[in-house]
């Protein structure tokens, strides 16, 4: 026992040292794990996620991710013929707006323009509102937990008007129909504020396309076959 103890105090420097090296790569593993697992749970709370895709375009080996084209009435058509296809939604980013409440003006950011069915297409939690009804009406906007909170105090914001404009779009009064619980940190966009797209021209253009496949489909055989329609379209 005696000889052991001396041999253990005897490297104990060199032990210390082996102890501070593994911690440190247990340290490193921890937090690896930790940034994987966050990475691979993005959008994950959505009840469609394994069924959801934003679409890109690719010229010449460039692929260009997101917003896909000037009018989304341009390409709408071409996804409706795919039976594969269950819903579609078209996302226009509006980016900085002024905001104006009770005279007072403010600058917001990430603004989104959005489909009558946005709160169906993703899982985001409404929290006062009706999903079916909250972008029913042109001018409806929906506000965060937070921001209403922020604008409203303990009033019910719902029914209240707000003015937004912005370099993309015209001014305009908005009245403010839902609001929901502020996204997730695992949601690959954030937004205060959702307004109602009309597709008029007053609204960005470029938006980012989404849809919803149907269960089973073949992405892969799906995504040629959207190609072939986009060329033999750019060939008419």
């Known amino acids: 026992m005696s000889i052991l103890f001396r041999r253990l105090t005897k490297s104990k420097p060199l032990r210390i040292v082996n102890l501070i090296g593994l911690s440190i790569v247990f340290a490193c593993l921890l937090l690896s794990y930790g940034y994987v697992k966050k990475e691979l749970s993005y959008d994950r709370f959505h009840a469609n996620a394994d069924r959801m895709y934003r679409l890109t375009l690719q ?3 460039e692929k260009i991710d997101g917003r896909i084209w000037n009018y989304f009435d341009y390409f709408d ?5 795919i039976p594969e296809i269950e819903d579609i ?8 707006g002024v905001l104006t409440f009770k ?3 403010q600058v ?3 603004l989104y323009f959005v489909d009558p069915d946005f709160f169906h297409f993703f899982s985001f939690n409404l929290l006062q509102g009706d999903k079916d009804k909250v972008f029913e009406k042109k001018q409806s906007v929906a506000l965060s937990k937070s921001f209403a909170r922020q604008l409203f105090g303990t009033e019910s914001p719902i029914g209240k008007e707000i ?5 993309k779009f015209s001014e ?3 009245n403010v129909t839902g609001v929901f619980q502020d996204f997730p940190e695992t949601s690959h966009f954030h937004t205060d504020i959702l307004i109602r797209n009309t597709n008029d021209e007053d609204n960005p253009g470029w938006p980012y396309v989404y849809i919803l496949l149907k269960e089973k489909t073949d992405f892969k055989a799906l995504e040629q076959h959207l190609t072939q329609k986009l060329q033999e379209r750019d060939n008419e």
């Open 59 to 61: 010229y010449n080996d």
């Open 77 to 81: 058509p071409i996804i409706k013929q």
């Open 89 to 96: 939604l078209a996302l226009g980013v509006g980016q900085t």
């Open 103 to 105: 005279g007072e003006q």
């Open 108 to 110: 917001v950011h990430d």
């Open 163 to 167: 003015q937004l404009s912005g370099r």
């Open 172 to 174: 305009s009064a908005l």
